[in-house]
């Protein structure tokens, strides 16, 4: 890059850098490499070029890593029946310790794991191959222990999507008295109203990384049920500001309503990968 560029007003909040290591431009995706001088953005973790190349970027930018739904939790899974395994084998030796393990059914916070893994699975199946959706699964948030389940970005705008699979009754219920609402959310009989709460570090952070590059854009918090009873009347579309879903009316959501064009939609997604990196 020319030294000209030094002289560029850069954003109050981005610092001018010399890159420590390789890195990808959150704006436009161009390779930046080690010792380029790039813009930092401390609040998402993100860095971008001094000065996006004009048009098309000269070297096109790799084909964008989706993720792979589930995975998370499944290592998850994988981490705490093998230690459960070890455990059980230096008790019992390493044959009684086999058949035990396998015939004395996992933990119920360890089979949690595993059923969510393959419910952030269903969810993925639900949206894969609708046009002009794109959907990135398990992302890393930089600077946080979290991940988020899943990003959709559609026709309808931008999704966070958090897939939980449940079995039992979904309901609301006010727990305020004559004068006061106070909803919960319940599932089969177990106070759920914290999973909606949980979504607001994800769509903030989300709100973090397109504040770098300068976009707003509303986004859209949905909780994704698999395999819950759903009540026959008045149906709950949202709790505490959240979206209520099951894969089948998820997939309506996304697709009404046509708010970004094809162009839009893979910009946004190229913006979201980059910045959130498959885990
Ligand atoms: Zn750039």
Partial sequence: MADGADSQPVPSDQKQLRLRYPGTCVACGAALPRGAPALY???????????????????????????????????????????????????????????????????????????????????????????????????????????IDHLVIARAGLFVVDAKHYDGKLRIRDKGGL????????????????????????????????????????????????DVDWPLLFQPESFHGVRLEDPRSLRKLITAAPALDSAAIDKLARILATGFPAK
């Avoid at 959310?185 to 979504?199: P, T």
């Avoid at 770098?212 to 509303?218: I, K, R």
């Fill in 41 to 147: 953005h401390a609040a998402s973790k993100t860095v971008r070029c001094v000065i996006c190349p004009d048009g098309a970027v000269a070297t096109p930018p790799p084909p964008l890593d989706p993720g792979c739904a589930g995975a998370s939790a499944q290592r998850e899974h994988d981490r705490r029946a093998g230690k459960r395994a070890e455990r059980v084998k230096s008790r019992f030796g390493e044959r009684l310790g086999g058949v035990i393990v396998r015939v004395v059914p996992e933990p119920q916070a360890t089979r949690a794991w595993a059923k969510g893994s393959v419910g952030e699975r269903k969810l993925a199946e639900a949206l894969a191959g609708l046009p002009d959706v794109i959907v990135l699964h398990d992302r890393k948030v930089p600077g946080t222990r979290g991940n």
């Fill in 179 to 226: 004068f006061r609402t106070d909803n919960h959310l319940y599932v089969a009989g177990r106070d759920c109203s914290h999973l909606a709460d949980n979504m607001g570090w994800q769509v903030k952070a989300v709100e973090t990384l397109l504040a770098s590059v300068e976009v707003t854009l509303p986004i859209t918090p949905v909780l994704c049920f698999i």
